[in-house]
């Protein structure tokens, strides 16, 4: 099982490796079948460590295996540690196995581009991190991991590397999440000071002493999760993420990074219940970035970005999941979302493909009858990203909504904002849906779909992906449209894995490492469900009306608009907190200290050397019987002092 | 063996040495500079022999070998540069000879 667990993680760290040493040996396609495989090896090794853990009595279930140690300071020991437990290896089958029908989806989608084999090499590595991220036996390696995948994710985030809004919005993922990385590792020293190792069973069973301590350890563990997961007030890199390529908007909104925060509060859960304020807080936190994203995904008319908001928006239930302590809750809305989130990117991203790179939603319309298979996969994951039944959607954030009313007013609040959630989720999801699929198709539509000669005589332009148009039969090739269809399937199938109250396998195989602290009752089931369907019914039904049939116009209040487009200003507010001033006192600080201070103390250094040099250069007269004379005289001078010293 | 007390033949050496100096610092041509030179050197042997015998020591005499030696390679050296500023044409005049100022 050890040995499994290695092989998942080091197999993704292989092919990253082989692509990168290989280069031009191996072709492009090449390099997409070998990130691939060892993907497909990393899930069929997870597999492997399931079977085996599954033979394992429930509370026996914990493996940790040290490769070596890593780092030695002083008392402190910190190894290359792995730990199989039922989360890290429920983490480890999500990770590598929507990873792979993602990248296996990438081998269709980036078939052209000039640089195939660096976009493999990034997925791999992308893979890999996460993988270790979850894979961890320690928070220090996880830590390694999650740093990792900051990396991939700017890497991946700016693979077109031509385009300035990528390089910006990669820089932009990359400072936000450094931010949480900072937190977490300031957290992580703490904890090192308290408790003196950072192996999870020693810090986990170690009570923390000082509320101050344990309060301040949580809060910085929190902070890298806002910022990994986009929560508010660190979620403003996500959107501009979505300048990559939509497969890599897919791995990094379905099976990585972004469901990385929900993992460490899970895990840590030992330390947040501690302090239980701090988990309410990010519980409140991911309320609030529920409702918000929500908002302002009904104003998005770029379609990956309805999607990327509406990854905030579900990324936010599993953090109220996560906070509330309902942690197989969490887990559960990670997985299912994984499924539709991917399948919605995916759908999205054939969409994007067979319009030639356009994502402006505006100019589409009326594919359904042009795009049959993308509408219907659209459809599933919309309605299952809406919490329909019998989408695995509905499952898992109905019992997420239930596990807030058992936990007093708070949960009430909590439970409210959930409940506004849904309708949002039903409203923006069937607006991107109706506005893509329904009604007539516009000219942009009929230019690329309709009138194939047209098309080829285009054909060898670049596109707006940055690769060269090429022609396909149907809605892409088969590496895409296969995939898409087996995350259809999962997200229709894979809400049945567990049903609050009846059949919870989900909860007894996390149960050894994540105890839920809230337990819903029949009724608080029930309650939520019928309303939370009801309530994304609406959400479609006013969709419908106004995107759909356009029986009624969208309201439009003309400062609501304003605020929304502007995503509630806050990347002008940090502009204008951090940014602005941050240049002010570099400038200022550049006038006023460093160049008189700095350079000019250097020029004059310069200057005295130079004049030094000057005169003790004219002593060098070049004649020799000078410089006997001078011997001479010294040596005189030197003998008579000497003698008249004595 | 009975000879001079070390003294006279410390004032020996001592003319000797001043003679050469006198000569390196008056005289311009580079070969009689070497020659004063030489002298210089030689007073300083015989002021190490005359106290190695005074004492009654070897290391005066050890030394004034390996002086012999430094004189023989400095004068390769010198005579070698002097040839050379010969072969040149140009004059054999130390205080002309001041391409070496700062």
Redesign the interface.
């Given at each position: 099982m050890i040995v499994a667990a290695w092989i998942c993680l080091l197999s993704p760290l292989v092919a990253a490796f082989l692509i990168t040493l290989g280069w031009n040996r191996l072709s492009r396609r090449g390099a997409g079948y070998l990130a691939t495989l060892s993907v497909a090896v990393s899930f069929v090794a997870a597999v492997v460590a399931f079977v085996d853990l599954l033979g394992d009595k429930p509370d026996q279930r914990y493996h940790a295996s040290t490769l070596w140690s890593w780092l030695t300071a002083g008392q402190y020991d910190f190894g290359l540690r792995i730990v199989v437990d039922p989360l890290s290896v429920f983490m480890m089958l999500v990770v590598s196995g929507v990873g792979m029908l993602i990248v296996l989806y990438s081998i269709g989608y980036m078939e052209g581009d000039n640089e195939e084999r660096r976009y493999f090499a990034y997925m791999a590595l992308f893979v890999f991190s996460m993988l270790l991220l979850v894979q961890a036996g320690n928070l220090l390696i996880l830590l390694v991991g999650w740093g990792l995948v900051g990396l991939s994710s700017y890497l991946l985030i700016g693979f077109w590397h031509d385009r300035p809004p990528a390089i910006a919005a990669a820089k932009k993922a990359f400072v936000m999440n450094a931010i949480g990385d900072a937190t977490m590792a300031l957290a992580l020293f703490l904890l090192i000071q308290r408790t003196g190792s950072l192996n999870f069973e020693n810090v986990f069973t170690q009570p923390i002493h000082g509320s101050w301590a344990i309060n301040l350890i949580a809060l910085g563990l929190l902070g890298g999760a806002v910022a990994k997961s986009a929560q508010l007030p660190l979620h403003t890199w996500l959107p501009d993420a979505m300048e990559g390529p939509t497969p890599v908007s897919a791995l990094i909104h379905a099976a990585t990074m972004v469901t990385a925060g929900v993992y460490l509060i899970v895990r840590t859960a030992p330390i947040f219940e501690q302090a239980p304020k701090v988990l309410e807080l990010a519980a409140g936190l991911g309320a609030i970035t529920i409702v918000v994203a929500g908002v302002i995904a009904l104003v998005q008319v770029d379609i990956k970005r309805v999607i990327a908001y509406s990854t905030m928006s579900q990324i936010g239930y599993m953090f109220m999941a996560a906070g509330l302590g309902a942690y197989p809750n969490a887990m559960f809305h990670l997985m299912t979302h994984a499924f539709f989130k991917a399948l919605l990117f995916m759908a999205a991203g054939l969409v994007i493909h067979a319009l030639a790179g356009e994502q402006d939603m505006r100019r589409m319309g009326g594919l359904r009858r042009l795009l049959p298979f993308t509408f219907y996969a659209t459809l599933i994951g919309s309605l299952s990203l809406a919490g329909i039944p019998p989408f695995a959607g509905f499952f898992s954030k109905d019992s997420i909504l239930a596990a807030a009313l058992d936990h007093g007013w708070y949960g009430e609040l909590l439970w409210v904002a959930g409940m506004v959630g849904t309708f949002l989720t039903g409203l923006y999801a069937f607006r991107m849906l109706f506005i893509v699929f329904w009604g007539e198709p516009s000219g942009f539509v009929r230019e690329h779909l309709m009138a194939r000669s047209h098309a080829h005589a285009r054909e060898g332009h670049l596109d707006h992906d940055g690769h060269e148009q090429h022609m396909h039969s149907g809605e892409g090739p088969l590496s895409m449209t296969s995939t898409v269809a087996v995350l259809a399937v999962l997200t229709v199938i894979g809400g049945f894995l567990q049903f609050a109250g009846v059949w919870t396998p989900l909860t007894n195989w996390l149960d050894p490492v994540a105890r839920p602290l809230v337990e819903a009752s029949g009724t608080q089931e029930a309650v939520s469900s019928i309303l939370a369907v009801l309530l994304g019914l609406g959400g479609i039904a006013v969709a419908w009306f106004m995107y759909g049939a356009r029986t009624t116009a969208a309201p439009r209040v003309a400062w609501a608009q304003n605020v929304l487009e502007h995503k509630f200003y806050f990347d002008e507010a940090y502009d204008f907190a951090f940014y602005r001033p941050a240049v002010f006192l570099a400038e200022g600080l550049g006038r006023w200290v460093e160049r008189p201070l700095v350079i000019g103390s250097v020029r004059e250094l310069v200057r005295g050397v130079g004049l030094a040099g000057r005169d003790?250069?004219?002593?060098?007269?070049?004649?020799?019987?000078t410089y006997?004379?001078a011997i001479?005289a010294s040596l005189a001078v030197l003998a008579i002092v000497f003698v008249a010293v004595r | 063996m009975k000879g001079p007390d070390v003294v006279w033949y410390l004032c020996v050496a001592a003319f000797l040495f001043c003679t050469g100096a006198l000569g390196v610092l008056i005289r311009r041509s580079p070969l009689i500079v070497l020659l004063s030179l030489e002298i210089m050197l030689n007073g300083a042997n015989l002021a190490l022999i005359a106290f190695s015998r005074h004492y009654a020591q070897g290391d005066g005499q050890i030394f004034a070998l390996t002086v012999m030696a430094v004189a023989a390679s400095e004068v390769v050296v010198g005579l070698g540069l002097i040839v050379a500023i010969a072969r040149r044409k140009l004059d054999l005049d130390v205080d002309k000879l001041s391409t070496l100022r700062g």
């Open positions: 003790t250069g004219r002593l060098q007269t070049g004649l020799v019987r006997v004379l001479a | -």
